[in-house]
């Protein structure tokens, strides 16, 4: 990231990372975060890991109790996943959180465990789905269409979505700008799951893919995090045509 003095965690054996000493080898189930902290003395950490839950809780226990102690502040990626027991509407940033799933659940967990600490020292980023051309997503419905396996649709679900690099831009400005407290990530407009899958396959020059059509509810329902109170400058802003342009591929 530019004009910044960055370091990472990384847990794999690729040997790019082992040999680039701005990267440091942090295992989530076996090591203590306290360690990597106290090498690098951040003043801000920005928390994309993944992992075991219950370990990634701990890690943020840690993390948090170290920023009390540093006045180092927390950047959280969060997920649209908290509002999943919302089914009518779209989401605001400071909507009450309800999940239904074990993995909004635990987001919202360490969203209120961060929410503990002074409004300057946290930033919780909601993101929907988030697409790019390295992405999981993108690379498993190129993988299925390779292999004409079904492609998951949810036709009455109703989303927005963005995309790696505006979420990278995002981040920049509310660093640069030391912004705090929630941010919702997510496109301006929403369209349906189907829809955005049929485009991005149509992009794929794929024009004979095999879908699986779920349906979990006959009535259309929202999965979808929309910002109202704290809204980023329009050029940070993205609307759903973007993230099919975006792509490249």
């Known amino acids: 990231m530019g004009y910044f003095d960055t370091y990472g965690t990384y847990n794999t054996p690729n040997e790019f990372f082992r040999q680039n000493h701005q990267f440091h080898q942090f295992n989530l189930e076996a090591d203590d975060i306290f360690e990597v902290l106290k090498e690098i003395k951040p003043s801000i950490v920005i928390s994309a ?20 102690l540093t006045k180092t502040k927390i950047i959280f990626l969060s997920s649209a996943n908290v509002f999943d027991a919302y089914s009518k509407f779209p989401s605001y940033e400071y909507d009450k959180t309800l999940s239904e799933s074990v993995y909004g659940r635990f987001k919202i967990k360490i969203e209120n465990m961060l929410m503990l ?7 919780i980023l909601r993101l929907p789905m988030v697409f790019g051309v390295h ?54 407009d929403l369209l ?15 024009h004979q893919p095999i879908y699986k059509r779920v349906y979990t509810t006959n009535d259309d329902r929202f999965l979808a995090v929309l910002p109202k109170e704290n809204m980023l400058p329009k050029n940070l802003q993205i609307k759903s045509e973007e993230i099919i342009n975006n792509l490249n591929l």
């Open 117 to 123: 600490l002074p409004k300057k020292q946290y930033t």
């Open 192 to 206: 349906h799951h189907e829809e955005l899958i049929n485009d991005i396959v149509i992009h794929l020059n794929n």
């Open 49 to 68: 890991i993944r992992g075991e839950f219950n370990s990634q809780v701990i890690m943020h226990q840690h993390l948090i109790e170290y920023a009390e």
């Open 135 to 188: 992405s999981p997503r993108i690379k498993e419905i190129q993988e299925k269409l390779k292999e004409k396996k079904a492609i998951e649709l949810f036709p009455n679900l109703i989303i927005n979505a963005t995309t790696d690099e505006k979420v990278t831009q995002q981040i920049h400005y509310i660093i640069n700008r030391n912004k705090s407290g929630i941010f919702h990530l997510g496109s301006l």
